[in-house]
C-alpha cells in the first residue's frame, strides 16, 4: 500500500453539481483557503469552459497563491483544455465517458475514437507544460481489458495520474479492489479513484482501491457531489489514517471546522448522526456508555480516533437515558455534591424533563438541582439583561445596541452582525469581555420549536464554551431575538458558577 495517500477534494467542482448549491465566488475563495489549510494536496477548483462563472473563481483561487495545488476540469477537447490554461491552474483533469451506456448516448463516440482522443488530448496538455489527469468516466461499467487498453493509452500520451471513476456508485469493496488491482498491474502511472456514493458505499470502495495500490482519493467535504454525493473527505481520511494506519498531508484537526464552514456555505445540513463530524459523533446519553466514557473514553468510543484528532469535541447529553455518573459529572464541575438521594431524585427529574419531549439543557439540570438542594446558586448572576434593541433590514448591517448589568456595573455595547442574533450575540460579548474574559464563544445555536403562527413562542437552544467547559442552556420568547439572547446569558451565567 501507499505511504502517503494523496487527497484531491472536488468540493468546489463535483460538490458545487449539489442539485441546489451555488457557492459564491467569495465563499470559494473561502472553502479553497480552509482547504489549502487542512492541507489537501489537489483542489478542483471547477469546470472553465462551462460557464464564465466557474472560469472566473478558477482564475481567481489559482491567483490566491495557495500551497495546493489547482485542477481545472476539461472535456477531451483543445478548448476546454485551453480555458483551464487561461485561468492558471496546475493540473489538468481530462475525462470523457468510456462505458457503452455512456458513449451511446452521450457522445457518440467510439472504443478507439476516445481511446484516438485520450492520447492526443493528454499530450496537449503535457505539450503545454500542465499536470495531466486522466479519467475514464463510468470506469465501473467499462469493458476491463478495454478500460485497461485505454489507461495504457492515456499514460502513452503522457497522463501523469489515472482516475478510475465509479461514477453511477455502482461497485462495492470487493469489486473496486479486483478493478484497481488489474490496472495497477497494467499500468506504470499513479492511479486515483472517484467514488460516488449511490448506495453508501464510497468511502468504504475509496479504501478498498488504496489497498489495491491507488495513490490518490478523489473526496468531497460533507460529501457533496452529484446526486447522493462522492467519498467524505473527513470519513475516508480518518479511515485511512486510523484504521489503515496510513498517512495523508491532512491536519486532522482542521476537519471538523472545514465540515461547518462547507455546512453553512451550502446551505446543506450535517446529519447528526455523521461519522466524526455529526453532532452526535462523539455524544453520549445512556447511562453505561456515558459511565464508561466518563471513567475512560476508549470504552464506547473507537479510540484509534477521538473528538480531539478530528476538531470535535465528546459531550455527555442529558436525557431519558441518563445515568447518575452523567449527572454527577456535570454536578461537579460546579462544585456541586447532592447526597445519594438528591441525586437520585435529580435524576428522575431530569429524566421525566426529558421524557415529556423536552431537550434537557445543563442550565435546567442545574435549575432541578437548586431546587432539589434548595440551594440556590450561591453566586449572584454575573449578567442580567436591562435594554435590548437591534435593527435589521434589506439596506443595512445588522446592529445591536444591549445596556446590561455585569457583576454590578452597568455597562452598553453596540456590535454589528450578518444578522440580528449574531450582532447580538458579539454585543454582549463584547460587554461581558472585560469582567469575564474574551474567550466565551458560542459553540451550538438551534432553534428547538417555534409553534404556531407569528406570535408563537421560539426556544432558543445554545451551547456556550469557555476554556474546557461548554454548557448548554435555553431561551424561550415570542421574539426569536430576545430568546437568543437569554439562551445565551443564561449559559453565561451557569459558566460563570463554581
Ligand atoms: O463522477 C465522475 O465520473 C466525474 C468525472 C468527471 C471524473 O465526476
Ligand atoms: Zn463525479
Not at 273 to 279: D, F, H, L, W
Not at 301 to 326: A, C, D, N, Q, Y
Amino acid at each position: 500500500m501507499q505511504k502517503i495517500v494523496e487527497v484531491f477534494d472536488t468540493t468546489l467542482r463535483d460538490g458545487e453539481q449539489t442539485p441546489g448549491i451555488a457557492f459564491t465566488r467569495e465563499q470559494k475563495r473561502t472553502i479553497a483557503k480552509q482547504l489549502d489549510r487542512l492541507g489537501v494536496d489537489i483542489i478542483e477548483a471547477g469546470f472553465p469552459i462551462s460557464s464564465t462563472r466557474d472560469s472566473e473563481a478558477v482564475k481567481l483561487i489559482c491567483e490566491m497563491g495557495l500551497s495546493s495545488k489547482i485542477c481545472g476540469l476539461a472535456r477531451l477537447l483543445t478548448k476546454d483544455i485551453d480555458a483551464c490554461i487561461d485561468c492558471g491552474v496546475d493540473m489538468i483533469h481530462i475525462f470523457a465517458p468510456t462505458s457503452e451506456i455512456q458513449r451511446e448516448h452521450t457522445t457518440k463516440m467510439s472504443e478507439d475514437e476516445v481511446k484516438e482522443q485520450a492520447y492526443q488530448m493528454a499530450h496537449y496538455v503535457k505539450d503545454k507544460g500542465f499536470l495531466c489527469m486522466f479519467s475514464a468516466m463510468d470506469a465501473t461499467r467499462t469493458r476491463l481489458d478495454y478500460l485497461i487498453e485505454l489507461y495504457k493509452t492515456a499514460e502513452e500520451g503522457g497522463a501523469d495520474i489515472l482516475n478510475v471513476p465509479d461514477t453511477v456508485g455502482v461497485t462495492e469493496p470487493f469489486a473496486m479492489y479486483e478493478l484497481v488491482g488489474a490496472i495497477y498491474q497494467a499500468v506504470k502511472t499513479p492511479i486515483s479513484v472517484h467514488c460516488h456514493n449511490d448506495f453508501g458505499l464510497a468511502v468504504a470502495n475509496s479504501l478498498a482501491a488504496v489497498k489495491a495500490g491507488a495513490k490518490e482519493v478523489q473526496v468531497a467535504v460533507n460529501g457533496l457531489g452529484e446526486r447522493a454525493g462522492n467519498a467524505d473527505l473527513a470519513e475516508t481520511v480518518m479511515g485511512l489514517n486510523s484504521i489503515y494506519r496510513l498517512k495523508t498531508n491532512i491536519k486532522t484537526t482542521f476537519l471538523f471546522e472545514t465540515a461547518k464552514l462547507v455546512e453553512r456555505f451550502s446551505g446543506i445540513q450535517i446529519p447528526i448522526t455523521r461519522p466524526i463530524v455529526g453532532e452526535n459523533a462523539f455524544a453520549h446519553e445512556s447511562g453505561i456508555h456515558a459511565h464508561g466514557v466518563i471513567e475512560k473514553s476508549d470504552t464506547f468510543e473507537p479510540g484509534i480516533m477521538t473528538p480531539e484528532m478530528v476538531g470535535h469535541r465528546r459531550r455527555i447529553v442529558l436525557g431519558t437515558h441518563t445515568g447518575k455518573h452523567s449527572v454527577e459529572k456535570k454536578l461537579s464541575e460546579i462544585g456541586v455534591s447532592p447526597t445519594k438521594e438528591q441525586l437520585e431524585e435529580i435524576l428522575e427529574r431530569v429524566k421525566e424533563l426529558a421524557a415529556s419531549g423536552k431537550k434537557v439543557t445543563d442550565d435546567d439540570m442545574f435549575t432541578i438541582t437548586e431546587v432539589v438542594t434548595g440551594e440556590v446558586s450561591r453566586q449572584e448572576r454575573v449578567v442580567t439583561l436591562k435594554e435590548l434593541s437591534v435593527m435589521t433590514g434589506n439596506n443595512l448591517i445588522p446592529t445591536a445596541s444591549l445596556k446590561a448589568i455585569v457583576r454590578g456595573k452597568e455597562c452598553t455595547s453596540a456590535q454589528m452582525g450578518i444578522g440580528p442574533v449574531d450582532a447580538v450575540i458579539h454585543a454582549v460579548q463584547e460587554i461581558i469581555k472585560d469582567e469575564i474574559g474574551g474567550d466565551v464563544k458560542l459553540k451550538d445555536f438551534r432553534i428547538e420549536a417555534i409553534t404556531g403562527g407569528s406570535d408563537a413562542l421560539a426556544e432558543v437552544i445554545v451551547g456556550v464554551e469557555k476554556g474546557d467547559r461548554i454548557v448548554t442552556a435555553r431561551g424561550v420568547r415570542e421574539d426569536i431575538v430576545m430568546a437568543s439572547v437569554e439562551a445565551f446569558i443564561n449559559a453565561v451565567n451557569r459558566l460563570m458558577q463554581e
